[in-house]
């Protein structure tokens, strides 16, 4: 298994549970390389955009476990007590730079989000179970009409880990990177140029309700693309758009075996699938059975939860997440093997994860996190170092 951090969805305390969802990690074990309590994150304003920007650290700090926010200076700040019905945050905002300009922050030992928003700070509200996240699929949240992003991290005892993110929508383009500690700098996270509005346009163009997830202001200014999931949920995209795929997948296995092998490292761990009175099971080697799936919807599909939710464990999980990614990629028909992590043979049929396709397709090196478990044979869009100098995140233009 990679060494690193496996993004997936969970809810933050009840706060997320009430208005959306925050993208968490699995942390590795400290090593005895010594990082710095704080680090330099240099943000860089490409966009082009005349508004101000702000800038927010926020997260649960790792010496404490508690949920706050950073300043510039990388202090921690703990939320204080929240309410119900929630309570105002403080104002954790950060002036960011103007365009054509950059400015150096400093970032703590995290893990959590880096949020950006143009022209308008970010409402942040505490429920008494914790922050309140935005929620971009929700038309009453207080940051709809915001036109923000966001990235995600993780600075520890082995290092940093520092994604792009398109996993709850496509928006406000960015790049992230790292200054190693041997002073090379990798950075991912760029599209092509006119990659913005490519696949905007794309979606708009995809027959079968795509179009919906393109959410627009009053003013027309284009805020995002809802993810499919969040389509689905708030009904801007037929529910039923894979349903014709996923049923093909069960006749398919009802007749064949569908083999996962899950880690790469480990080529002797495969698990073994077959469709039964409607539900797939699982089993190992020895022919007993490990797990199982009731069909999915294309809720499940596309937040790979629900009905294929993946515990943090070394079985169902593994499995679980392979499967999200051959349903995403639309790989279950054509390969019996799966993990399959030929980008060439990705998204080639007619019922897939169409924003996810022109995400990718629109990168400029063909990484992103178009689904939560697009890491999956290492098609994500991260950088990790374990002795960062330097974290880098580059605002882009919107065209």
């Known amino acids: 298994m990679r060494t690193g951090l496996k993004p997936r969805l969970s809810s933050l305390a009840t706060a997320a549970a009430l208005l959306g969802s925050l993208l968490t990690f699995a942390v590795p074990e400290p090593a005895r390389a010594a990082v710095p309590d704080t680090i330099p994150l240099k943000v860089t304003n490409n966009s082009g955009r005349g508004e101000p920007v702000y800038v927010y650290t926020i997260g649960t700090d790792l010496a404490s476990g508690r949920q706050g926010w950073a300043d510039a200076n990388g202090t921690f700040h703990a939320w204080p007590a929240g309410g119900a019905p929630p309570v105002p945050a403080p104002d954790a905002s950060i002036p960011g730079p103007a365009a054509g300009q950059a400015k150096t922050i400093r970032i703590p030992k995290f893990s959590g989000r880096i949020y950006f928003s143009y ?13 309140v996240q935005p929620a971009v ?3 009453g949240d207080p940051n709809h009409d915001i036109l923000f992003n966001w990235s995600e991290y993780t600075l520890n005892d082995s290092g940093l ?3 792009s993110t398109q996993v709850d929508m496509f928006s406000a383009p960015y790049a992230v990177g790292v200054q190693r500690a041997d002073g090379s700098t990798v950075n991912t996270g760029h599209l092509k140029a006119g990659g913005y509005n490519a696949v905007l346009n794309g979606l708009r163009a995809q027959s079968g309700g795509w179009a919906g997830l393109v959410r627009t202001r009053s ?9 499919p999931g969040h389509g689905v949920g708030s009904g801007v995209l037929p529910a039923s758009v894979m349903s014709g795929y996923i049923d093909r997948v069960w006749q398919k296995y009802a007749t064949q075996t569908l083999t996962v092998t899950p880690f790469a490292d480990q080529p002797g761990t495969r698990y073994y699938g077959r469709v039964s009175g409607g539900v797939m ?3 190992n080697g020895s022919g ?3 797990t199982s799936f009731q ?4 809720d499940s599909v596309f937040g790979c939860h629900k009905l294929l939710d993946a515990p943090n464990d070394a079985v169902r999980g593994p499995i679980s997440r392979t499967l999200c990614a051959g349903f995403n990629r639309s790989t279950l028909l054509v390969n019996p093997q799966q993990p399959d992590t030929s980008a060439a043979n990705f998204y080639q049929d007619p019922a897939t994860n169409h924003y996810a396709r022109l995400i990718h397709a629109q990168m400029a090196d063909g990484k992103a996190y178009a689904f939560a478990f697009d890491d999956v044979g290492h098609h994500e869009s991260l950088v990790h170092d374990g002795g960062p100098r330097q974290a880098y995140l580059t605002l882009d233009p919107l065209s």
Request: charged share 15%.
């Open 288 to 290: 007993a059975v490990v």
């Open 161 to 163: 880990w520092l994604n």
């Open 119 to 131: 022209g308008r700070k970010l409402v942040f509200q505490l429920a008494t179970g914790g922050l």
């Open 295 to 298: 069909k999915p919807d294309a």
């Open 219 to 227: 003013d027309g200014t284009v805020l995002r693309a809802l993810s």
């Open 281 to 283: 099971n699982f089993t």
């Open 137 to 139: 699929q929700n038309p």
